[in-house]
């Protein structure tokens, strides 16, 4: 065997494994998807009532961890001040790639916050929530399981024992019983295909960046997709009303704990 069949030989069985090694590298460490619930009525604009992110580690040595951002949460929104975030996805012109609220400011004010890459966004209304449920089958929590119209009472209930911190808590519940469907690839593929044509709801995914986090995943973890437990928290904080400079009024506010934030982001998003 001469020289240049070796030579051959030794770039076709190295050359994969370089691609491989390059791909594992380049990917993000997690890959974040914004998951955003539009109080969207009509033609309205609208306000992101629910506010999440989903957050899969490359590594199975970290969590894979879903956040909630409380919608009251006093924070600097570009080119508005301080503000509710939910008030986010109102202000300024729609992108092209969302005709339900402003997903690049939200996108932009979240990442701001939790000093994180958003990968990827996912939204939907009031309306197309409960299509979602109903497309996955219905939904699982500790209290029994619900159809659509019943699962969107319930993530929409504030005004019950635990307020909020309740009504954030199932919505966190509700989307792990939906993951939980989507293994199925059938009832995956009907939930994103119902996310591309439905007027109610956007998904915007670099499927490029997706797969190639995906195969370094696969990598890490050594042939085993599984995200494992999924822990669930929220951003801390406490609830105070504070004068509102854009609305000339107080308002509550959900005062963010910096201190705590920090900790949760170092445990969970890191």
């Given at each position: 065997?001469n020289i240049i069949t070796k030579t051959i030989i030794l770039v076709?069985?190295?050359?994969?494994?370089?691609?491989?090694?390059?791909?594992?590298?380049?990917?993000?460490?997690?890959?974040?998807?914004?998951?955003?619930?539009?109080?969207?009525?009509?033609?309205?604009?609208?306000?992101?009532?629910?506010?999440?992110?989903?957050?899969?580690?490359?590594?199975?040595?970290?969590?894979?961890?879903?956040?909630?951002?409380?919608?009251?949460?006093?924070?600097?929104?570009?080119?508005?001040?301080?503000?509710?975030?939910?008030?986010?996805?109102?202000?300024?012109?729609?992108?092209?790639?969302?005709?339900?609220?402003?997903?690049?400011?939200?996108?932009?004010?979240?990442?701001?916050?939790?000093?994180?890459?958003?990968?990827?966004?996912?939204?939907?209304?009031?309306?197309?929530?409960?299509?979602?449920?109903d497309l996955v089958g219905g939904v699982w929590t500790e209290d029994?399981?619900?159809?659509?119209?019943?699962?969107?009472?319930?993530?929409?209930?504030?005004?019950?024992?635990?307020?909020?911190?309740?009504?954030?808590?199932?919505?966190?519940?509700?989307?792990?019983?939906?993951?939980?469907?989507?293994?199925?690839?059938?009832?995956?593929?009907?939930?994103?295909?119902?996310?591309?044509?439905?007027?109610?709801?956007?998904?915007?995914?670099?499927?490029?960046?997706?797969?190639?986090?995906?195969?370094?995943?696969?990598?890490?973890?050594?042939?085993?997709?599984?995200?494992?437990?999924?822990?669930?928290?929220?951003?801390?904080?406490?609830?105070?009303?504070?004068?509102?400079?854009?609305?000339?009024?107080?308002?509550?506010?959900?005062?963010?704990?910096?201190?705590?934030?920090?900790?949760?982001?170092?445990?969970?998003?890191?």
């Amino acid at each position: 065997m001469n020289i240049i069949t070796k030579t051959i030989i030794l770039v076709i069985v190295i050359s994969p494994l370089l691609l491989l090694s390059l791909i594992y590298l380049l990917a993000p460490n997690r890959y974040n998807i914004l998951i955003v619930g539009s109080d969207q009525r009509g033609e309205e604009r609208a306000r992101s009532d629910v506010l999440m992110v989903f957050s899969i580690p490359k590594s199975p040595a970290k969590p894979t961890s879903l956040i909630t951002i409380p919608r009251d949460s006093r924070v600097d929104i570009p080119g508005h001040g301080m503000d509710k975030i939910t008030h986010a996805y109102v202000y300024g012109d729609l992108s092209e790639s969302s005709q339900i609220g402003n997903i690049d400011l939200t996108e932009q004010t979240v990442e701001n916050l939790l000093d994180i890459k958003i990968h990827g966004t996912v939204e939907f209304t009031f309306e197309s929530f409960k299509e979602i449920v109903d497309l996955v089958g219905g939904v699982w929590t500790e209290d029994g399981q619900y159809d659509g119209e019943k699962a969107l009472a319930m993530v929409r209930d504030r005004y019950r024992a635990g307020g909020d911190f309740a009504r954030t808590a199932d919505q966190r519940d509700v989307f792990k019983s939906i993951l939980t469907k989507l293994k199925n690839k059938d009832t995956a593929l009907s939930v994103y295909n119902h996310l591309q044509q439905s007027n109610k709801a956007e998904i915007n995914i670099d499927t490029t960046k997706a797969g190639m986090f995906g195969v370094a995943t696969y990598i890490r973890r050594f042939g085993r997709l599984s995200l494992g437990e999924i822990k669930t928290d929220f951003i801390p904080g406490q609830g105070d009303t504070i004068y509102a400079e854009n609305f000339g009024q107080n308002l509550y506010f959900w005062v963010i704990d910096e201190g705590g934030k920090e900790k949760l982001i170092e445990e969970l998003l890191q």
